[in-house]
């Protein structure tokens, strides 16, 4: 345990940073897209409706393993070459806006019909309705499925360890030590309560978030 | 996909103008899907990727009892999972339901740390650690047993939704028959408890299906790995992999489809 602190402590931390760099930025994207891809999901244009339908079963259905190694090494065949840590953010972004776009549609049938009737009653038009009705209220009602699926990006990101990424994440740092030298259940043990922990810190900020929203509401 | 009836109401009759523009953004949507398109076969089609030789060995019928055979493993893999789970995640709700303190503290901590831990580090612990030990462990059991531990609490967090989502009154109505609280769990709550949960099982054997592609890191021979192996063959590695990926794509699409069937026609809410 002594060893590990003193030979690898500050891997341990620069890896658990950049696991939660990659996190962070494929979530935030994620969120971003997804929220863009719900306003075209429910926008009065029929193909794009169906296009964006393909989307999101597409990448909701498809394991984040088999869409990385599709991105990393059959990509650069057609011409497209891109860096390690951005395809595993790139492949992460994917999935998570899919699950977005999902959590987001259920978001918006906790909305009352009615409350579309009054706007369009009112003379509102589609991109006021979605932007100052529709938005907010569907994200405030996903906090809970939101955060679940941060703490599954966290998850997904272990992913990273296929590839050789620049500077590693924790699970390809703890298959690394592993491989260099058996110190086995311990790096493994600290991995894991630096993930369930940041899931649990995700958890409790996400109950935060909620009960704040749910009084407003 | 049908429209609820928030969205339906987005899209009532719309006058002149809404309409001309509607038809503007359907026309520029069309062109630059069909623009997309384009790039994607011009993409494939100058960097030679529809070139016969790239293709030609999908017309074999051993390829595809190859990709057969990937796809029983990926399904072994799953099927043990998902049982094992089905199980594990009743045993560590029962835990996490008990009135003995110290063992619900123990099958909290276990949920947690299972739900919490990436699966894939999981698997490199199976792979790695039991061989320092000294330890033989068959492929099979280093996805099965980190797949199912990580399904066997997200279970257990299900099922515990499904038994709160009993009627208390069904559960007093049990005790004051005079049922003992065993009795009452078996025959009252459990049943109930079970259909409740049906369609939330159902979807998670989609979480499960990815996870065995972790396969793939212990070769263990599901689908990942044995596209790998035509890849190797056949020196084509866009074609294999899409096919690949649109398998993984249907198989859970079916099974989601077929979870959402089941609990539209339960029409039970639930709030995982």
């Known amino acids: ?217 | 996909m049908a429209m609820s009836r928030t969205e339906a109401a987005l899209f009532e009759a719309s006058g002149p103008k809404a309409r001309r523009r509607i038809m503007i953004g359907t026309t520029i949507s069309v062109i630059a899907l069909l623009a997309l398109a384009a790039w994607v076969v011009y993409r494939f089609y100058i960097e030679g990727q529809l070139e016969p030789q790239y293709w030609y060995f999908f017309t074999q019928l051993n390829v595809w009892e190859f990709i057969g055979a990937g796809l029983v493993g990926t399904i072994r893999a799953a099927i043990g999972s998902g049982a094992i789970a089905l199980i594990m995640g009743l045993v560590l709700m029962f835990g996490r339901n008990s009135k003995i303190a110290p063992v619900r503290w123990l099958a909290t901590t276990l949920i947690e740390f299972l739900r919490g831990t990436p699966t894939l580090l999981f698997i490199y612990f199976m792979f790695l650690v039991p061989s320092q030990l000294g330890l033989h462990i068959s492929t099979y059991w280093m996805v099965v047993i980190p797949t199912s531990a990580y399904a066997s609490a997200v279970l257990a967090e299900v099922y515990r939704a499904g038994v709160a989502a009993v009627p208390f009154g069904q559960k007093e109505a049990g005790l004051s028959l005079g049922f003992t609280r065993a009795q009452n769990f078996r025959y009252i709550v459990l049943p109930q408890t079970m259909r409740i949960v049906t369609p939330a099982l159902v979807a998670q054997l989609v979480v499960v299906v990815k996870d065995t592609t972790f396969g793939y890191v212990v070769t263990y021979p599901e689908l990942m790995v044995n596209a790998k192996v035509i890849i190797a063959n056949f020196d084509s590695l866009v074609p294999v992999y899409l096919v690949v990926a649109i398998i993984y794509i249907l198989v859970n699409y079916a099974i989601s489809k077929f979870a959402n069937w089941l609990s539209h026609r339960q029409s039970v809410k639930f709030n995982i």
């Open chain 1, 1 to 217: 345990m002594k060893q590990l602190i003193s030979d690898y402590g500050w891997q341990f931390i620069a890896s658990y940073g950049v696991s939660l760099r990659i996190s962070c930025i494929a979530f935030v994207l994620g969120l971003l897209l997804g929220t863009v891809l719900t306003i075209g999901r429910i926008s009065p244009i029929p193909p794009l409706r169906e296009a964006i339908n393909v989307y999101v079963e597409t990448f909701r259905n498809i394991p984040v393993l088999a869409l990385l190694v599709f991105i990393v090494y059959a990509l650069p065949d057609l011409g497209l070459v891109i860096d390690y840590e951005p395809c595993v953010i790139i492949s992460l972004i994917l999935v998570s806006s899919a699950f977005t776009c999902d959590n987001l549609r259920t978001g918006i049938n906790t909305i009352d019909a009615e409350q579309i009737q009054a706007a369009r009653a009112l003379g509102l038009n589609f991109s006021t309705i979605v932007m100052s009705i529709i938005l907010p209220q569907a994200l405030t009602a996903v906090i809970q499925p939101m955060v679940t699926l941060f703490i599954s990006v966290v998850i997904s990101s272990s992913t990273g360890s296929l590839v050789p990424l620049a500077h590693e994440e924790l699970t390809g740092l703890v298959t690394e030590i592993n491989n260099k030298e058996a110190m086995g259940v311990v790096t493994f043990l600290v991995a894991s309560i630096l993930y369930v922990l940041t899931g649990l810190i995700i958890a409790f900020i996400g109950r935060r978030l909620e009960r704040r929203y749910a009084t407003w509401r």
